[in-house]
């Protein structure tokens, strides 16, 4: 049984993966955009936010009630459900998905809490392969410095808080995404990511990003994937929805 | 006897659980909707209390994290059958954490109203994949017995009409749409259920009850069994 099931859709999924601070959001964004302005039918999906689960993600957070497992079966559940609903029928219908972190970050966060690489591989053995799957490769001192410049606190599992690592949230955060960090350098090859260098510029990173978009999917993207007509225009560019 | 044997996982160890702590005993109690579960978890209860040893029972989505998540999943209509299956294993997963597995540490007889078989019936007749689910739920410790109450399918129609007298949307399947209105829903799901279980009895050790006895033949088939666990 192979690793997350291969796309025979129309549509691509392209998602982007990095620690807390690499830039990726930013990244995925402008690509959106890019690919947008091409007439083509994109779709955004975010790690975390489905409406079904929020209530429980939301409760289990505020009374620090998550074990290693639940915390990962939550988030296998939240992802299940983008999928079912929005990804996967979205993907048939063949529009371009950017999904802003992907079942790989629960291959690295997850781990890092404590539950083993095969079992968390498996639980997510249903998902879709991406067509195109960006890694933002930075230091860790580059991304702590992007997180405590532009945010005001960092949040308690955010920083790993309830694995006991350091009393200090600053100091647990920083071991907690070193380890993260660790993990996914170790799947680049099991996953074939592509690799960005997240300290070049923020033009640099998105000049390749399109490049390699290009490159990979330009013959699908020039005709199969959904594209708006004359008459459609105002719908493609008016504003995305999220989920 | 298995009574003297400490209880194992299944396949993966849940994080900072010693298994030679969990002194008490773990009682499964399994069956697709209908067959009379609930009566029978309430009877032994009584009578183990009464044995003098201390009980705790507890049954799919009554987890303080995940139950109110689900039951208000399923009011609404977009819940799909992966989400639904993790959502439920999410809820089993902190009802084993922090109910099950501190009640063994304190010697208590845990009585639970179906465990990760019932969560993988309900998977597997909706289509997902065995093993898939086999693996999720494999952090689940190893009951020290786990009785199937097993009926056919048309035993557990004519307790639902008798009994509520009406069909439930999520015991019949509807999110599925097996048939075409909710009693030809119950009939093809509930068997595909029923055959799950059924294939599971043998390799997680089952012990099978003809749930078509009366309350009182089966009540008595239990303590007779679970007797012998002490």
Same mark, same amino acid.
């Given at each position: 049984?192979?690793?997350?099931?291969?796309?025979?859709?129309?549509?691509?999924?392209?998602?982007?993966?990095?620690?807390?601070?690499?830039?990726?959001?930013?990244?995925?964004?402008?690509?959106?955009?890019?690919?947008?302005?091409?007439?083509?039918?994109?779709?955004?999906?975010?790690?975390?936010?489905?409406?079904?689960?929020?209530? /429980? /993600?939301?409760?289990?957070?505020?009374?620090?009630?998550?074990?290693?497992?639940?915390?990962?079966?939550?988030?296998? /559940?939240?992802?299940?459900?983008?999928?079912?609903?929005?990804?996967?029928?979205?993907?048939?219908?063949?529009?371009?998905?950017?999904? %802003?972190?992907?079942?790989?970050?629960?291959?690295?966060? %997850?781990?890092?809490?404590?539950?083993?690489?095969?079992?968390?591989?498996?639980?997510?053995?249903?998902?879709?392969?991406?067509?195109?799957?960006?890694?933002?490769?930075?230091?860790?001192?580059?991304?702590?410095?992007?997180?405590?410049?532009?945010?005001?606190?960092?949040?308690?599992?955010?920083? $790993?808080?309830? &694995?006991?690592?350091?009393?200090?949230?600053?100091?647990?955060?920083?071991?907690?995404?070193?380890?993260?960090?660790?993990?996914?350098?170790?799947?680049?090859?099991?996953?074939?990511?592509?690799?960005? %260098?997240?300290?070049?510029?923020?033009?640099?990173?998105?000049?390749? &990003?399109?490049?390699?978009?290009?490159?990979?999917?330009?013959?699908?993207?020039?005709? $199969?994937?959904?594209?708006?007509?004359? $008459?459609?225009? %105002?719908?493609?560019?008016?504003?995305?929805?999220?989920? | 006897?298995?009574?003297?044997?400490?209880?194992?996982?299944?396949?993966?160890?849940?994080?900072?659980?010693?298994?030679?702590?969990?002194?008490?005993?773990?009682?499964?109690?399994?069956?697709?909707?209908? +067959?009379?579960?609930?009566?029978?978890?309430? *009877?032994?209860?009584?009578?183990?209390?009464?044995?003098?040893?201390?009980?705790?029972?507890?049954?799919?989505?009554?987890?303080?994290? !995940?139950?109110?998540? #689900?039951?208000? !999943?399923?009011?609404?209509?977009?819940?799909?059958?992966?989400?639904?299956?993790?959502?439920?294993?999410?809820?089993?997963?902190? *009802?084993?954490?922090?109910?099950? +597995?501190?009640?063994?540490?304190?010697?208590?007889?845990?009585?639970?109203?179906?465990? #990760?078989?019932?969560?993988?019936?309900?998977?597997?007749?909706?289509?997902?994949?065995? !093993?898939?689910?086999?693996?999720?739920?494999?952090?689940?410790?190893?009951?020290?017995?786990?009785?199937?109450?097993?009926?056919? +399918?048309?035993?557990? +129609?004519?307790?639902?009409?008798?009994?509520?007298?009406?069909?439930?949307?999520?015991?019949?399947?509807?999110?599925?749409?097996?048939?075409?209105?909710?009693?030809?829903?119950?009939?093809?799901?509930?068997? *595909?259920?029923?055959? !799950?279980?059924?294939?599971?009895?043998?390799?997680?050790?089952?012990?099978? #009850?003809?749930?078509?006895?009366?309350?009182?033949?089966?009540?008595?088939?239990?303590? *007779?069994? #679970?007797?012998?666990?002490?």
């Amino acid at each position: 049984m192979p690793l997350l099931l291969p796309n025979r859709h129309r549509g691509k999924l392209i998602v982007v993966e990095g620690i807390d601070g690499s830039g990726k959001s930013t990244q995925l964004s402008l690509l959106s955009q890019w690919l947008r302005a091409q007439c083509l039918a994109v779709a955004f999906s975010e790690w975390n936010s489905s409406p079904l689960v929020r209530e /429980t /993600t939301k409760r289990g957070k505020k009374k620090n009630m998550f074990t290693p497992v639940t915390f990962s079966l939550i988030h296998a /559940t939240d992802f299940a459900d983008r999928l079912e609903r929005y990804i996967v029928p979205l993907v048939k219908a063949g529009a371009v998905v950017c999904a %802003d972190r992907y079942a790989y970050t629960a291959f690295a966060r %997850d781990v890092v809490r404590g539950v083993s690489r095969r079992w968390v591989r498996n639980l997510y053995r249903f998902a879709l392969r991406p067509n195109l799957a960006f890694y933002f490769r930075v230091p860790l001192e580059v991304a702590i410095g992007r997180i405590l410049g532009g945010r005001n606190a960092i949040k308690f599992y955010e920083a $790993g808080m309830d &694995m006991g690592l350091s009393r200090n949230v600053e100091e647990s955060f920083r071991i907690f995404q070193g380890r993260i960090l660790d993990e996914y350098e170790a799947m680049i090859q099991e996953l074939g990511f592509h690799v960005i %260098d997240a300290t070049g510029s923020i033009e640099e990173q998105q000049q390749q &990003m399109r490049d390699i978009v290009t490159r990979e999917l330009g013959d699908s993207l020039r005709n $199969g994937v959904l594209r708006a007509g004359r $008459g459609d225009l %105002d719908a493609a560019q008016a504003a995305p929805r999220i989920l | 006897m298995l009574l003297k044997q400490p209880l194992e996982f299944y396949s993966e160890p849940l994080a900072g659980v010693d298994r030679a702590e969990l002194q008490g005993k773990l009682i499964v109690i399994e069956g697709p909707d209908s +067959v009379g579960r609930s009566t029978q978890v309430a *009877r032994l209860r009584t009578w183990l209390e009464h044995q003098g040893h201390a009980v705790l029972d507890t049954g799919l989505a009554r987890g303080a994290l !995940a139950g109110k998540g #689900i039951s208000q !999943a399923k009011e609404g209509n977009t819940l799909g059958p992966i989400t639904m299956t993790l959502f439920y294993a999410t809820d089993f997963a902190d *009802r084993l954490e922090n109910e099950i +597995v501190p009640a063994l540490r304190a010697g208590f007889v845990v009585l639970t109203d179906r465990y #990760i078989f019932s969560l993988m019936a309900r998977a597997i007749a909706r289509g997902e994949d065995r !093993a898939w689910i086999e693996r999720v739920a494999s952090f689940a410790v190893v009951p020290h017995a786990i009785y199937y109450l097993r009926a056919e +399918v048309r035993d557990l +129609v004519s307790r639902v009409v008798l009994g509520r007298g009406a069909f439930d949307h999520w015991e019949s399947g509807m999110d599925m749409r097996f048939g075409a209105d909710m009693h030809d829903s119950f009939v093809k799901y509930q068997s *595909r259920v029923i055959l !799950a279980l059924d294939r599971m009895a043998k390799r997680y050790n089952f012990v099978v #009850i003809d749930a078509t006895k009366t309350p009182d033949q089966i009540f008595r088939e239990l303590q *007779r069994s #679970i007797g012998k666990l002490f």
